[in-house]
């Protein structure tokens, strides 16, 4: 548990702080826990090792704008995905499929990768079927955000009758935000909901000129 909670510390203060070299280090304490937490024994605080390995890296691959960090990220989730059942452990299980739709969009936005970003919306519509409006309305409308702005780099390497189709499921998952994101509770959601929101109307527009 020490280097858990050592990564954790390590990557909140990389976070805070702008701090690369932290963030590394925070990666090299969760792989020390994991040396110590075997999965066939300690199976759900293996993966909640794993689902943070995920976390920052994630960080770190976004940060440093590398794939490469990014694709372990993703290794990492989906290793969590394989304790953290639907079944069994379902808050989990939809936090993870949450985080790794986020890898994914981040990977498919640096490299281009068409089918990262499919598998990003997939991600994110998996969550959607715990993560609901009633149980976690921010979540939901993070999720909601995410997986519109999926739907419109998605959109930009479809042909135009499923570009089309794509981008009005987008316009409405930021109508959807934008029920929870209001100026007054959550301005700068708000804010970035309605950005995606505009980007996606120009999109739909270009399509009909």
Not at 3 to 27: E, F, P, S, W
Not at 93 to 117: F, I, Y
């Amino acid at each position: 548990m020490t280097q858990m909670n050592l990564g954790n510390a390590l990557r909140n203060l990389g976070i805070y702080t702008d701090n690369t070299q932290t963030l590394h280090d925070a990666v090299t304490a969760f792989n020390e826990a994991l040396k110590v937490i075997p999965q066939d024994t300690k199976a759900i605080q293996w993966a909640m090792v794993q689902m943070n390995l995920g976390n920052v890296l994630q960080n770190l691959g976004t940060r440093t704008e590398n794939p490469e960090v990014l694709r372990h990220s993703i290794e990492a989730y989906k290793a969590a995905l394989e304790e953290f059942t639907r079944k069994d452990n379902a808050m989990n299980w939809a936090t993870t499929q949450m985080n790794l739709g986020g890898s994914l969009h981040s990977l498919a936005a640096l490299t281009g990768e068409v089918q990262s970003v499919c598998e990003a919306i997939q991600t994110y519509k998996l969550a959607l079927e715990v993560t609901t409006r009633k149980l976690n309305e921010m979540d939901w409308g993070s999720l909601q955000m995410n997986l519109a702005l999926a739907h419109f780099h998605h959109a930009q390497h479809l042909p135009h009758e499923d570009a089309l189709v794509t981008l009005t499921d987008g316009l409405r998952c930021t109508d959807n935000a934008l029920a929870i994101f209001t100026p007054e509770t959550a301005a700068a959601y708000h804010d970035r909901a309605t950005q995606i929101r505009d980007a996606i109307l120009a999109a739909l527009d270009a399509l009909d000129a």
